[in-house]
């Protein structure tokens, strides 16, 4: 066949997405080794401690605010909304990539998604989990938010209001969450069949063996699956988009200057994906190296994502761009100090230079391919992404909020020490559950990353009769 | 016996320029555009006015074609595939019509007091637009049309040429000189992008001084996407029916290219909706009138019109794998979305002058045929004058390999 | 081996040949179908394209299924929120129309594509039967491998052609590794 070719040796040649010379047999034996076996990589131990330690501050920290209360947050008047609404949007944003790399890659036929889809999936849910603490536990009284935010009316038989963006965000991360995790629970059904059959103890194979559901392999289990599968990727691509639109009009439907924004919508979504991408890239870099993934997580993965994460970043920095030209073009008197008091003279203005040199001038350097293949670069930008994307929020909701139309009511915000700690802990929850979940379950999707493998296409019969 | 090796991609055969089917076409559309130019005639002295309004619908209807294949070509080299290497001579001839879009924009440039709120005396009146008067004021409004040009005549000549030497030179290995467009089509995004935002404020926006939507550059550029994937289809569709597109315009390709302008359906909804959402909430003084004109009154039909036709119909229409893959099926919805890309600017365009009465007028759509009718053929010729398929790309032959049926 | 033996013995689910290769399986499919078997499955460890159809099955019905629950969904979402703001409880909320229909399309979107996954694995699992705490197939200890990197081709028993020496030999002629009965 006279397909396109590089000349022989031409290091342009794009990198496989999985290294030739495996089998069918050496992919099962490799990606499911990392899980059934008794011995755990130290540098796990390690990094599950310190997750737990943080977990447990986690659980200090809330217990602490349920029996006091709000107080004891730096929110005040008027920043109401703070570290709770920013961790809770950074989370989310993170929580992007995952369902998006699986579903939207999937549509695209991107066949480097299959090896890192499984995790990026797992990361998603774990990031919905840790932003969800905050809205609940920002109510004060968790135990009765549900009285308020789900559609049953209250002892006035009052319903609540569904022109409120606070009850859209209920349904949009409801919706966001359980989808993500039967998209993520229907994935591992072939894989867990794959352990229950090659667990040893006893136990882990009933484990398996239930949680499989009874899964064959029969023909019609994989044309029923793929099916159902493709709709689920065709159905999550626009509700990935949907709930960071719901989160931006959380700010976008008021009438505060630096919320107001029609831009607002695509540009939360690219910042989500940004950020989502950075932390893929983040766990995906250290896990790679402790599994000697090297094989089924190639170059090209990192410098597929680096390119993503290139792309979303120069949008993100469009919307900032957007924001600025219109915020002087408004003509409006609120708007323009808004972004004088937010670029220049505000008290707050180091942030949003902070938050440009991460989010923008930093990621231009993934510009470059030599960088792009440079594992040290890209972890080191993903980390100012991941820092950069939270101070974004901070931007957009302490910035906005210090300066009250009213000037008696301006005032400056200050983190108190459980705000951190409240931050730390959700980093504490999700490190725990990633590295249990990679401890547990198969963070490579097995079966297919075998179908990357060229025997796993036959021919049919009749073309192949063809040919001769 | 049908064989399934790469005999029907033989170079020969893909190179060939069917000129003579490709100017039955172009004369098909002369006929409609004729028409078009004898009632923009009419209008023109009927109404100088609405003659004007309807020349910036037609004008910026077309123009979204040129930026917009400008745009999806350099998204095709940045991500390679099938789908980019049949359409991309459709989008190469698409951006040579820029200058006659620079002639077409002097009757603009002349008449902006015509249009544009900001330009005319009365405007140092108002005290909103006085706030914006370093941006909205006549010379730096053309020393950015200049500039847009520049920018947009800069990337369409640098790609076509380098598109043109691929051609005359023989098929070879990838070397070191293919990267080059994937070099370019990357910062000339960005500069894309930029342009078109600011073109979207300059050209659109600012005829109400008034209204400001920070997502307008993003409503431009969405449509700007889709009318150019309607009329690939469109032309794609007439263009499989001979050699040599009949051989790599497979269902598979329609499929790709079917779905993208199915995301780009619903890109239309999303970004329209975004800008709805928000503004109807907040209710602010400075916006709301944008909307309270369109969605009461004539307007509000025609509002109507697009949620169903822009949207909803080809919406449930492209859903259907088997549609997307028909090119005689999927051709009528790419037909009815580029109506209704007209209807969609004159609904963007119209209500700033056109408060009472029907909303869209007869002259809209003359305007459109009448441009038309310079701009077509001079697609059409541009679009015989090169092999219809880049079979010299050194990369086509690993893009067609993933085709099948 | 005789008909007897298989009378007498225990019921069998039918016999199973074990490949090495998707290629193989594939072709074991196509061979049966010709040979006119068609109460048949193959199995293996990851999707094949065109196996489905090799073994004669062609299904539509998850799409249906998923177009009219998302269908559903956003018209209950959208209707719901009419009744409870306009009819039920109407109340002013900043001046807001009681049927503000512009704020009920985010709720309406999400629940539409609630709906719709959902049904979408549902149905999924429905149709395949599962969760299914036993099937015969599992019998033989070597199908094990079926989820690893093995392929299996099942001739089930109730299939009208089927007859214990005559498949035996068929699934013998297109070399399979092993060829076993299965008891049900």
Known sequence: MSASEYPKGDPRAPIPVITPGHSFTSITDKLSDMVLTYNTPLAWVITTAIGFCLLMLLIVALAYLVFTGIGIWGNNAPVGWAFDIINFVWWIGIGHAGTLISAILLLFKQDWRTSINRFAEAMTLFAVACALIFPLFHTGRPWLAWYWLLPYPNTMALWPNFRSPLLWDVFAVGTYGSVSAIFWFTGLIPDLAT??????????????????????????????????????????????????????????????????????????????????????????????????????????????????????????????????????????????????????????????????????????????????????????????????????????????????????????????FWDFATLAGTIGLFLTLMFVFVRVLPMISIFEVRTLLPEAHPKPQHEEGAHR | ???????????????????????????????????????????????????????????????????????????????????????????????????????????????????????????????????????????????????????????????????????????????????????????????????????????????????????????????????????????????????????????????????????????????????????????????????????????????????????????????????????????????????????????TIGPVFRHEGSGLHWLDFALVLAIGALWLPLFWRSLAGRPLVPARDPYFKEAMAHVGH | MSHHAAATGPAIHGLMAEFDSAQALLDAATAAQKAGYTRVDAYSPFPIHGLAEAIGFRERLIPKFVFVAGATGGTLAFSFQYWVSAIDYPLNIGGRPYFSWVSFIPVSFELTILFAAFTAVISMLALNGLPQPYHPVFNNPAFARASQDRFFFVIEATDPRFDLDETRAFLNGLNPREVVAVED
């Open chain 1, 195 to 416: 352990f229950r059959d090659r667990a040893v103890h006893p136990v882990a194979k009933r484990i398996y063996g239930v949680l499989s559901l009874g899964w064959r392999g029969s023909a019609r289990h994989w044309w029923r699956y793929e099916t159902a599968y493709l709709l689920l990727a065709g159905l999550s691509t626009p509700l990935v988009l949907s709930v960071h639109t719901v989160v931006s009009f959380d700010f976008a439907v008021s009438v505060l200057p630096g919320w107001h924004a029609t831009i607002f919508p695509p540009y939360f979504v690219a910042g989500a994906i940004f950020a989502g991408f950075a932390m893929v890239l983040t766990l995906a870099i250290p896990l790679r190296a402790l599994y000697r993934l090297h094989d089924v997580i190639t170059l090209r993965h990192i410098e597929n994502m680096a390119k993503v994460t290139l792309v979303t970043g120069l949008i993100v920095v469009y919307g900032y761009a957007c924001e600025a030209f219109f915020g002087w073009y408004s003509g409006s008197e609120y708007e323009r100090f808004m972004l004088k008091n937010r670029i220049y003279y505000g008290p707050y203005a180091w942030s949003y230079w902070a938050l440009l040199l991460c989010n923008f001038v930093v990621p231009q350097i993934l510009w470059i391919k030599k960088f792009r293949h440079n594992l040290a670069i890209v972890f080191t930008v993903c980390m100012f992404v991941n820092v950069g994307m939270w101070l974004e929020r901070f931007v957009i909701i302490v910035t906005s909020l210090h300066r009250d139309f009213l000037p008696s009511s301006w005032d400056m915000y200050y983190p108190t």
């Open chain 2, 1 to 347: 016996m049908a064989t399934h090796s790469n005999d029907h991609l033989d170079e020969a055969v893909l190179m060939a320029r069917p000129e003579a089917e490709i100017g039955r076409l172009g004369s098909r559309s002369l006929v409609l555009g004729g028409a078009g130019v004898l009632l923009a005639l009419v209008g023109f002295f009927v109404s100088r006015e609405t003659f004007l309004q309807s020349y910036l619908v037609g004008y910026i209807f077309w123009l979204s074609i040129t930026l917009g294949s400008l745009g999806i070509l350099m998204i095709h080299h940045l991500t390679g595939g099938a789908w980019g290497m049949v359409g991309r001579r459709i989008w190469e001839a698409g951006t040579k019509t820029l200058p006659l879009m620079v002639i077409l924009f002097l009757p603009i440039a002349f008449n902006l007091e015509g249009l544009y709120a900001w330009a005319r005396p009365e405007a140092a009146h108002d005290p909103v637009v006085q706030l914006k008067v370093a941006y909205l004021n006549a010379p730096f409004f053309y020393v950015r049309a200049v500039l847009f040009f520049v920018i947009w005549g800069g990337l369409i000549y640098v790609l076509n040429r380098w598109s043109r030497e691929q051609d005359e030179e023989p098929a070879r290995l990838i070397g070191p000189k293919d990267r080059r467009f994937r070099l370019l089509s990357g910062p000339g995004l960005c500069l894309l992008v930029i342009t078109v935002t600011f073109m979207s404020v300059d050209w659109v926006m600012s005829l109400d001084p008034h209204f400001y939507s920070t997502i307008f550059g993003v409503l431009m550029l969405g449509g700007q996407g889709l009318a150019t994937m309607a009329f690939t289809i469109l032309v794609l569709s007439a263009l499989v029916r001979f050699d040599p597109m009949a051989r790599v315009a497979k269902p598979d390709v329609f499929h790709d290219l079917g779905k993208l302008m199915f995301a780009f359906v619903m890109l239309w909804a999303y970004f329209n909706v975004s800008q709805l959402l928000i503004i109807w909430s907040a209710n602010l003084p400075e916006e709301i009138p944008f909307y309270l004109e369109r969605l009461n009154g004539p307007w509000r039909w025609v509002s109507t019109i697009l949620l169903l036709l822009q949207f909803v119909l080809p919406f449930l229409f492209l859903l259907s794998r088997d549609l997307k893959r028909n090119p005689s099926a999927v051709r009528w919805v790419a037909t009815v979305i580029l109506v209704m890309r007209v209807v969609d600017l004159v609904w």
